[in-house]
């Protein structure tokens, strides 16, 4: 987006940060609503959890409404759970990293810029909302999982340039693009669904469940088949890291949801794709150079 002046890619990177915070708001619906199947996420507005008043839009503003009433309900005076705010920092700061790479990428047309937003910002929000209800339920919703296959696929076939890596063989752009994405979404909830037999079969109980199955088809349709293993082995290394932590600290390992690991790893390959292969490429030449040796 070379055409415009500093003054416009500051006003368009201001915008996408206040996008996130109000989507964010939006995600917290989705994260309330959907693993209890209580109501749509689009009616009736939010009420206090609590006393369950309506909430006034002057009440509802992100993040700044929580801090003036202090945390709390203007009615009933009960607290109101952080993870609403944190939340909506979470998306507009991913939303604002997000609107800085695609306003500052260079040699990129800006309507191409404009639809890996779009593109990002969905996929951001689909892994903010099943890392939260997988961390407080234990489940990865099939509204956001399903849906998101759907999204990766249509997205590839109608972008190709979304598909960092598409099969050779192919010439036609579009099957090319819907073949990479189809392959990482077989390759994603197929290794996925392998560990968990394995896992089962080693350790006589369910090791993954079926929700992270579709979950990493999602991450594949959107990342491609390398995406999609690169990110299984950030999550792995994550989890160990954090199961191991959890095991000295408390004595117990206990159940971890592994769905925000797999956020974790999939938000890694979204942004840092060139770092994660130098740091590979590095590693397995000292590791020829130590056989070598």
Request: proline share 4%; hydrophobic share 50%.
């Amino acid at each position: 987006m070379g055409f415009m002046d500093p003054r416009q890619q500051t006003l368009l990177l201001v915008f996408s940060g206040l996008l996130g915070l109000v989507v964010g708001s939006f995600l917290n619906v989705c994260i309330f609503r959907l693993p209890r199947n209580c109501m749509s996420i689009v009616k009736p507005r939010s009420r206090c959890p609590k006393c369950l008043t309506w909430i006034a839009w002057y009440d509802n503003l992100p993040v700044v409404s929580w801090t003036l009433l202090g945390g709390k309900c203007r009615h009933c005076k009960n607290p109101i759970s952080i993870r609403y705010t944190l939340v909506e920092l979470l998306t507009g700061l991913l939303f604002l990293y997000a609107g800085y790479r695609a306003l500052y990428a260079a040699g990129t047309p800006g309507w191409q810029q404009g639809v890996r937003f779009a593109v990002e910002a969905w996929f951001l929000s689909a892994l903010i909302v099943s890392t939260f209800i997988d961390l407080e339920f234990r489940i990865l919703p099939d509204e956001i999982t399903l849906s998101g296959v759907v999204i990766g696929l249509a997205a590839s076939v109608a972008f190709p340039f979304l598909q960092s890596a598409l099969p050779s063989m192919i010439r036609e752009e579009h099957l090319a693009a819907l073949t990479a994405s189809a392959l990482g979404a077989v390759v994603g909830g197929g290794s996925i669904y392998l560990v968990g037999i394995l896992g089962k079969w080693v350790f006589r109980k369910e090791a993954m469940g079926f929700g992270d199955v579709k979950y990493m088809a999602m991450v594949g349709a959107v990342l491609g088949w390398r995406g999609v293993l690169l990110t299984f082995m950030i999550a792995c290394l994550c989890g160990s890291i954090f199961g191991i932590g959890k095991l000295i600290a408390t004595r117990r390992m206990g159940y971890v949801p592994f769905g925000p690991f797999l956020s974790v790893g999939a938000l890694t390959m979204l942004f840092f794709t060139p770092e994660v292969n130098r740091m590979l490429d590095a590693y397995l030449a000292m590791n020829q150079r130590l056989l070598g040796r």
